[in-house]
């Protein structure tokens, strides 16, 4: 190799060397400039964080508010409509059990009074009927009382003695003294 060419491939070198560096150089300022715009990124959503931060906070305090609200009127809707539906089949259940509960009355009526007509006891209708008669013959025996008195009689008849007894030579006498 010669001189000449020496130097050339030393300028090529050098000169490549330097390319190098300047591109390292450039690289490196980018870097730095990025590292920075990181950095001062970072900053500005601390510094946007802590002057956001309160109105943020209670911005999510109102939602979460809100969602409690929403789901509370929900929950309320919901357990009406199940009270509504308990409240349904608990009287449809009521009514049943009273359906029930009459048949079975009519049926234990019905098989008491067969005993009792087997028995031949009089029912509570017999019952009422008798004392709805006794109760006219009172009022029909008070009644001729009432006219009796008026009619003079004083009252009641009066009652004889066993010595008093009409006979054949008294009047209304039927002949001897036992043939009432």
């Known amino acids: 190799m010669t001189t000449t060419n020496r130097n050339r491939d030393d300028a090529a070198d050098n000169g490549a060397a330097e390319g190098f560096q300047a591109q390292a150089s450039r690289f490196s ?17 601390l510094g946007r964080a802590q002057s956001e931060g309160t109105r943020l906070f209670e911005s999510l305090v109102e939602e979460g508010a809100q969602y409690q609200r929403e789901g509370r009127r ?5 357990a009406e409509s199940i009270r509504d539906q308990i409240e349904t089949r608990f009287g449809q259940a009521r009514e049943k059990a009273t359906e029930n509960w009459q048949k079975l009355g ?18 509570r209708e017999e019952v009422d009927a008798l004392r709805a008669e006794v109760d006219s013959l009172k009022s029909q025996l008070h009644a ?3 006219r009796a008195r008026r009619a003079g009689h004083g009252g009641r008849p009066r009652p004889t003695s066993h010595g008093d007894r009409p006979t054949a030579s008294s009047p209304g006498g039927g002949g001897g003294g036992g043939g009432e």
């Open 29 to 45: 300022r980018k870097l730095g400039d990025s590292a920075e715009q990181v950095w001062l990124a970072g900053l500005g959503a």
């Open 74 to 78: 929900q929950a309320e809707e919901e």
């Open 106 to 123: 009519k049926v234990f009526d019905a098989r008491v009074k067969n005993v009792l007509h087997k028995l031949q006891l009089p029912d």
């Open 144 to 146: 001729t009382q009432v």
